[in-house]
Each structure stands twice: as C-alpha cells, then as structure tokens.
C-alpha cells in the first residue's frame, strides 16, 4: 500500500513543488540546535560524499539514457521504414494477406511494449520474433521489383534487432538495492544535519528549506534516471506511438498512464484506452 503510494508520488508532476512547501514548512516548524561543530564536520564530509556519489550515478545513468534515447529512435525508424516497404509490397500480386497480416503483428508488438517497463523490456521479444518469423510465409517472389523491395526490408529488421538488444540490455542496467541504501543512508544524515544547524531565523529557514529540497531533488533526478521515466513522455511514449499512425491504427493509450501524469492524450488523433 505505502510503495504503491510513494511510487504514484514519484511519477507525479507535482513532487517538485509539493517537496519544496514540504521541507519550507518543516524548516519553519522544526527548530534547530543551531550551530554545532560535530554537526558541521559531519555535514561538511557527508555532503561531500553524498556529492561524489550522486554525481558519478547521475553521469552513469544519464549515459545510458542517451544510449537508450538514440537506439528507440533507431527501433522506432526502422519499424516505421519496414511497414512503408511491406506497403509497396502489398500492391503486389499475391502479397496482400501478407503484409496485412504484418500490420496486426507491428500492432500487436507496440500494445506489448506499452504493457511493461524497461527492466522487463525482454518480455516483449516473442511478439518481436512473429515479425521475423512471418518472413517465411512471404509469397514468391515473381519480379524484381518484388525481389528488391523484399530485400530492402532485411537490414532493416537487422538493424531493429541489433538496438533491441541494446534496450534489453541498457533497460535492466540499474542501481542495485545496496547502491540505493548508501544513497539514502547518507541522505538522510545530510538533510539531518541540515534541520539541526537550522537557527530559525528568516534567512537560515529559507536556506534549510533550499538545501534539503535540493538534497530531495536531486534523488528524484536519480530515480528517474534509474527508471528511465525521466522525459518518458517524448523517449518511451510518443516514438512508439508514431508507429501506431504508420500502420494507420488508433493509438494505444493505458488509463494508470494518464492518471499517473506519465503521458497526455492527443487532441488530434484516434486513441484506444485500456485499463
């Protein structure tokens, strides 16, 4: 029950400002023990550590994040490219129970991807599999015009499966629990000390509440990183949805996904939502 609720918490749009009236507001409940030598050696060492520590997991997350943002739209070209050609193809003789037939396979693999999250990223790789298999079922091939277009959509399955692999593998790359314990033990020491030196004077609330909201933010950040649901809407979301108007199917749309803020509803386009 309270995971569940911390982790809508996480994906919710409006964290950032409910932290920061959070932590202003316990800055000016909570007096402090003012200033404290112990105290301030051990905000000077645990910030430093907490420092080095974030910023090396945020610059290895955020790599990943690039590496990740570059091979969806790799998968996402190269599917879209795919069904152009398996269009030429339908105009064929004998080609278009086919390539309608690719149609609902391209369908029925972006519904599975909008059914999981990146660490489960594999599970989507039987629906992938049909695709490469329904090329056995391709009717002969009678023109070069055929030959060439059939040719042309090799590499680009080549290609599709090669960044697949990647996402698969980038996908359940994350912070380990051990990783996540230091994070949040040293945390938590660093927004203690903060609230202890608090003088509860004006200028030393407004600091306390800036140092501890930034402290929070910057964890926010990490998880997002982590879960790669940092900018989901335009990396994990839209690309794939694109595919749908390629297809020229509705759009797939989940209802936990809109009321989480995870993503928006187009005012534009058809849409199918589901629970």
Do not use: C
């Not at 051990?42 to 910023?55: D, K, P, Q, R």
């Not at 759009?251 to 809109?258: L, T």
């Amino acid at each position: 029950m309270l995971k569940n609720i911390f982790k809508k918490f996480l994906r919710s749009r409006y964290k950032l400002p409910i932290t920061i009236i959070v932590f202003f507001g316990l800055a000016y409940a909570i007096p402090g023990g003012g200033v404290n030598e112990i105290v301030g050696i051990i905000l000077g060492v645990v910030g430093l550590l907490f420092a080095i520590i974030v910023g090396f997991f945020i610059n290895d997350l955020w790599s990943r994040y690039q590496i990740v943002r570059e091979n969806v739209a790799v998968e996402v070209s190269g599917l879209q490219t795919y069904y152009l050609f398996v269009k030429i193809m339908k105009h064929f003789p004998d080609h278009e129970k086919w390539a309608e037939k690719q149609r609902e396979l391209i369908d029925a693999y972006v519904v599975k991807f909008f059914e999981v999250e990146w660490h489960s990223y594999g599970e989507i790789d039987p629906y992938f599999n049909r695709i490469i298999e329904s090329l056995k079922n391709v009717g002969e091939l009678k023109t070069n015009n055929e030959t060439e277009t059939y040719t042309n959509m090799l590499p680009l399955l080549n290609e599709i499966t090669t960044s697949r692999e990647k996402l698969f593998m980038y996908g359940k790359d994350r912070l380990s629990k051990l990783e996540w314990s230091v994070i949040y033990f040293l945390a938590a020491i660093l927004v203690f000390s903060i609230f202890f030196i608090n003088t509860h004077e004006l200028f030393s609330i407004f600091l306390v509440g800036m140092l501890s909201s930034a402290v929070t933010i910057l964890l926010f950040i990490l998880h997002d990183l982590n879960s790669l649901s940092y900018g989901e809407e335009t990396v994990s979301f839209e690309p794939y949805e694109t595919i749908f108007d390629v297809i020229e199917k509705p759009r797939f749309y989940r209802k936990r996904d809109i009321r989480s803020g995870r993503v928006r509803l187009p005012k534009d386009k058809e849409y199918r939502l589901v629970d």
